[in-house]
Protein backbone atom coordinates (compact mmCIF):
# COMPACT_ATOMS: atom_id res chain seq x y z
CA UNK A 1 0.00 0.00 0.00
CA UNK A 2 1.63 3.39 -0.99
CA UNK A 3 2.61 5.55 2.18
CA UNK A 4 0.67 9.31 0.82
CA UNK A 5 2.43 12.52 2.39
CA UNK A 6 0.10 14.57 0.49
CA UNK A 7 -3.81 13.93 0.08
CA UNK A 8 -5.27 16.77 -1.80
CA UNK A 9 -8.75 16.79 -3.63
CA UNK A 10 -10.29 19.39 -5.11
CA UNK A 11 -8.56 22.08 -3.13
CA UNK A 12 -9.69 25.68 -3.42
CA UNK A 13 -8.42 29.06 -1.76
CA UNK A 14 -9.92 32.49 -2.41
CA UNK A 15 -8.61 35.91 -0.90
CA UNK A 16 -11.42 38.33 -1.36
CA UNK A 17 -13.69 36.69 -2.96
CA UNK A 18 -11.06 35.92 -6.16
CA UNK A 19 -9.85 32.39 -6.90
CA UNK A 20 -6.30 31.77 -6.32
CA UNK A 21 -6.25 27.81 -6.47
CA UNK A 22 -9.36 26.35 -8.06
CA UNK A 23 -9.91 22.32 -7.43
CA UNK A 24 -6.70 21.38 -7.36
CA UNK A 25 -5.99 17.50 -6.99
CA UNK A 26 -2.80 15.80 -6.06
CA UNK A 27 -1.31 13.07 -4.26
CA UNK A 28 2.29 13.06 -3.53
CA UNK A 29 3.89 9.44 -1.93
CA UNK A 30 6.74 9.56 0.90
CA UNK A 31 10.48 10.30 -0.91
CA UNK A 32 8.80 11.77 -3.57
CA UNK A 33 10.41 15.23 -4.82
CA UNK A 34 8.19 16.75 -6.92
CA UNK A 35 9.10 19.96 -9.08
CA UNK A 36 6.50 22.51 -9.60
CA UNK A 37 6.44 24.97 -11.93
CA UNK A 38 4.42 27.69 -12.94
CA UNK A 39 4.03 31.61 -14.59
CA UNK A 40 4.45 34.42 -11.38
CA UNK A 41 0.74 34.04 -10.10
CA UNK A 42 -0.15 30.29 -11.13
CA UNK A 43 -0.90 29.70 -7.38
CA UNK A 44 2.24 27.78 -6.94
CA UNK A 45 3.04 29.85 -3.81
CA UNK A 46 -0.48 29.24 -2.70
CA UNK A 47 -0.41 25.82 -2.55
CA UNK A 48 2.96 25.10 -1.04
CA UNK A 49 1.52 27.54 1.77
CA UNK A 50 -1.49 25.59 2.16
CA UNK A 51 0.93 22.32 2.48
CA UNK A 52 2.72 24.31 5.03
CA UNK A 53 -0.12 24.41 6.87
CA UNK A 54 -0.16 28.74 6.92
CA UNK A 55 -3.23 28.88 4.76
CA UNK A 56 -6.35 27.21 5.42
CA UNK A 57 -8.44 25.41 2.16
CA UNK A 58 -11.23 27.38 1.24
CA UNK A 59 -12.91 24.17 -0.40
CA UNK A 60 -11.70 20.77 -0.80
CA UNK A 61 -9.83 18.26 1.64
CA UNK A 62 -6.37 18.12 2.45
CA UNK A 63 -4.36 15.60 4.44
CA UNK A 64 -0.78 15.54 5.58
CA UNK A 65 0.51 11.94 6.84
CA UNK A 66 -2.62 10.83 6.89
CA UNK A 67 -3.90 13.82 9.48
CA UNK A 68 -5.51 16.76 8.92
CA UNK A 69 -3.35 19.52 9.04
CA UNK A 70 -4.76 20.94 12.36
CA UNK A 71 -2.87 18.33 14.28
CA UNK A 72 -0.30 19.13 16.05
CA UNK A 73 1.83 16.23 15.32
CA UNK A 74 2.05 17.23 11.19
CA UNK A 75 3.68 21.02 11.97
CA UNK A 76 6.91 19.14 13.54
CA UNK A 77 7.00 16.83 10.17
CA UNK A 78 7.12 20.13 8.13
CA UNK A 79 10.14 21.91 7.03
CA UNK A 80 9.70 25.36 4.66
CA UNK A 81 11.73 27.98 3.04
CA UNK A 82 9.86 30.51 1.56
CA UNK A 83 10.21 34.43 0.42
CA UNK A 84 10.29 35.45 3.62
CA UNK A 85 13.29 33.73 5.61
CA UNK A 86 10.72 34.12 9.21
CA UNK A 87 14.36 35.23 10.46
CA UNK A 88 15.09 38.10 13.15
CA UNK A 89 17.10 40.12 11.50
CA UNK A 90 18.51 41.42 15.15
CA UNK A 91 19.23 37.93 16.45
CA UNK A 92 22.69 36.13 14.74
CA UNK A 93 22.26 32.80 13.00
CA UNK A 94 22.53 30.70 16.43
CA UNK A 95 19.72 32.92 18.03
CA UNK A 96 17.61 32.28 15.58
CA UNK A 97 18.26 28.86 15.09
CA UNK A 98 18.37 28.26 19.33
CA UNK A 99 15.08 29.71 19.10
CA UNK A 100 12.85 27.92 16.41
CA UNK A 101 15.03 24.77 17.74
CA UNK A 102 13.47 25.14 21.75
CA UNK A 103 10.26 25.74 20.16
CA UNK A 104 10.74 21.90 18.31
CA UNK A 105 12.05 20.52 21.67
CA UNK A 106 15.22 19.54 20.27
CA UNK A 107 17.61 17.60 22.59
CA UNK A 108 21.04 17.86 20.97
CA UNK A 109 20.14 21.60 19.76
CA UNK A 110 23.82 22.97 19.66
CA UNK A 111 25.01 20.29 17.86
CA UNK A 112 22.18 20.51 15.09
CA UNK A 113 22.78 23.76 14.99
CA UNK A 114 27.05 23.77 14.24
CA UNK A 115 25.98 20.73 11.69
CA UNK A 116 23.41 23.50 9.55
CA UNK A 117 25.09 25.62 9.42
CA UNK A 118 28.56 24.14 8.64
CA UNK A 119 26.33 22.69 6.13
CA UNK A 120 25.15 25.76 4.80
CA UNK A 121 28.41 27.58 4.69
CA UNK A 122 27.93 30.13 7.27
CA UNK A 123 29.54 28.36 10.52
CA UNK A 124 31.68 31.16 10.84
CA UNK A 125 29.20 34.11 10.63
CA UNK A 126 26.85 32.02 13.69
CA UNK A 127 27.43 35.60 15.73
CA UNK A 128 26.91 38.03 13.67
CA UNK A 129 23.58 40.05 13.19
CA UNK A 130 20.81 38.37 10.51
CA UNK A 131 20.64 41.83 9.19
CA UNK A 132 24.10 43.09 7.78
CA UNK A 133 23.80 39.61 5.93
CA UNK A 134 23.47 39.53 1.98
CA UNK A 135 19.85 38.12 0.70
CA UNK A 136 21.83 35.26 -0.55
CA UNK A 137 23.31 34.25 2.78
CA UNK A 138 20.08 35.35 4.52
CA UNK A 139 18.43 32.77 2.27
CA UNK A 140 20.80 29.98 3.61
CA UNK A 141 20.41 30.40 7.17
CA UNK A 142 16.71 30.21 6.17
CA UNK A 143 17.79 27.09 4.87
CA UNK A 144 19.38 26.22 7.93
CA UNK A 145 16.12 26.70 10.24
CA UNK A 146 13.82 24.79 7.36
CA UNK A 147 16.81 21.18 8.11
CA UNK A 148 17.43 22.13 11.83
CA UNK A 149 14.56 19.68 12.88
CA UNK A 150 15.30 16.72 10.35
CA UNK A 151 11.66 17.35 8.55
CA UNK A 152 9.93 14.30 6.65
CA UNK A 153 8.91 16.84 4.63
CA UNK A 154 10.64 19.95 2.89
CA UNK A 155 8.93 22.43 1.29
CA UNK A 156 10.90 25.13 -0.98
CA UNK A 157 9.14 27.98 -2.70
CA UNK A 158 11.88 29.33 -5.38
CA UNK A 159 14.63 28.20 -3.06
CA UNK A 160 17.19 29.39 -5.61
CA UNK A 161 16.24 33.47 -5.21
CA UNK A 162 19.04 34.79 -4.35
CA UNK A 163 21.82 32.30 -4.30
CA UNK A 164 25.07 32.90 -5.81
CA UNK A 165 26.97 29.73 -7.21
CA UNK A 166 27.83 28.53 -3.58
CA UNK A 167 24.52 28.63 -2.49
CA UNK A 168 22.96 26.62 -5.62
CA UNK A 169 25.63 24.24 -4.67
CA UNK A 170 24.96 24.06 -1.08
CA UNK A 171 21.12 23.80 -1.34
CA UNK A 172 20.96 21.04 -4.19
CA UNK A 173 23.42 19.07 -1.77
CA UNK A 174 20.78 19.19 0.83
CA UNK A 175 17.82 18.19 -1.78
CA UNK A 176 20.20 14.86 -3.06
CA UNK A 177 20.44 13.93 0.42
CA UNK A 178 17.30 14.45 1.94
CA UNK A 179 15.90 12.56 -1.18
CA UNK A 180 18.47 9.79 -0.44
CA UNK A 181 17.39 10.05 3.43
CA UNK A 182 13.74 8.67 2.11
CA UNK A 183 11.93 12.00 3.17
CA UNK A 184 9.50 14.14 0.79
CA UNK A 185 10.54 16.89 -1.13
CA UNK A 186 8.51 19.63 -2.77
CA UNK A 187 9.52 22.56 -4.03
CA UNK A 188 9.23 25.56 -6.76
CA UNK A 189 11.31 26.73 -9.60
CA UNK A 190 11.40 29.00 -12.90
CA UNK A 191 14.71 27.00 -13.78
CA UNK A 192 14.03 23.72 -15.82
CA UNK A 193 17.40 22.24 -16.15
CA UNK A 194 18.08 22.42 -12.07
CA UNK A 195 14.17 21.08 -11.56
CA UNK A 196 13.86 18.86 -13.82
CA UNK A 197 17.48 17.30 -12.62
CA UNK A 198 16.31 16.49 -8.74
CA UNK A 199 12.77 15.46 -8.59
CA UNK A 200 10.87 12.36 -9.77
CA UNK A 201 7.86 13.99 -11.22
CA UNK A 202 6.85 17.68 -12.38
CA UNK A 203 3.66 19.58 -12.26
CA UNK A 204 2.98 22.82 -14.52
CA UNK A 205 0.66 25.25 -12.38
CA UNK A 206 -1.47 28.15 -14.52
CA UNK A 207 -4.58 30.04 -13.69
CA UNK A 208 -5.22 28.28 -10.19
CA UNK A 209 -5.10 24.81 -11.46
CA UNK A 210 -2.81 21.69 -12.72
CA UNK A 211 -2.84 22.16 -16.57
CA UNK A 212 0.29 19.29 -17.07
CA UNK A 213 1.87 16.36 -14.57
CA UNK A 214 4.26 14.01 -15.58
CA UNK A 215 3.19 10.31 -16.12
CA UNK A 216 6.29 7.81 -15.18
CA UNK A 217 9.35 9.18 -16.96
CA UNK A 218 10.21 12.98 -17.45
CA UNK A 219 10.59 14.69 -20.77
CA UNK A 220 14.01 16.29 -22.08
CA UNK A 221 14.84 19.60 -21.19
CA UNK A 222 13.40 20.85 -24.56
CA UNK A 223 10.19 18.21 -24.83
CA UNK A 224 9.50 20.16 -21.44
CA UNK A 225 9.90 23.65 -22.74
CA UNK A 226 7.58 22.95 -25.31
CA UNK A 227 5.39 21.53 -22.98
CA UNK A 228 5.15 24.52 -20.56
CA UNK A 229 4.82 26.87 -23.45
CA UNK A 230 1.62 25.85 -24.73
CA UNK A 231 0.16 25.41 -20.83
CA UNK A 232 1.25 28.80 -19.99
CA UNK A 233 0.30 31.08 -22.80
CA UNK A 234 -2.23 32.34 -21.03
CA UNK A 235 -1.35 34.66 -18.07
CA UNK A 236 -3.00 34.98 -14.97
CA UNK A 237 -3.22 37.04 -12.18
CA UNK A 238 -3.47 34.40 -9.41
CA UNK A 239 -0.54 34.30 -6.97
Known amino acids: M ?20 RGVSYRVAQGETVAVFGPNGAGKTTFLRL ?11 LQLFGHSPDD ?30 KAY ?6 SRIDFVLQ ?5 EWGNTQV ?3 SRGMEQRVALARALLHEPNLLLLDEPYAGLDARGVAILQTALTQTKAQGKTVIFTTHDFAL ?7 AVIFNRGRIVWQSDGS ?15 QHVTRNT
Not at 2 to 21: C, D, G, Q, R, Y
Not at 105 to 110: C, E, G, V, Y
Not at 119 to 123: A, P, T
Not at 195 to 201: A, E, I, N
Request: hydrophobic share 40%; aromatic share 12%; with cysteine.
Open 131 to 133: RTF
Open 195 to 201: GLGLCDR
Open 72 to 101: PVVRRKLGFLGHDSFLYPDLTPIENLTFYG
Open 51 to 61: LATLLKPSGGT
Open 119 to 123: FVGLH
Open 2 to 21: TSWVIEAENLSKTFAWVPVL
Open 105 to 110: ALSDLR
Open 218 to 232: LPGLQEFADIYHVNT
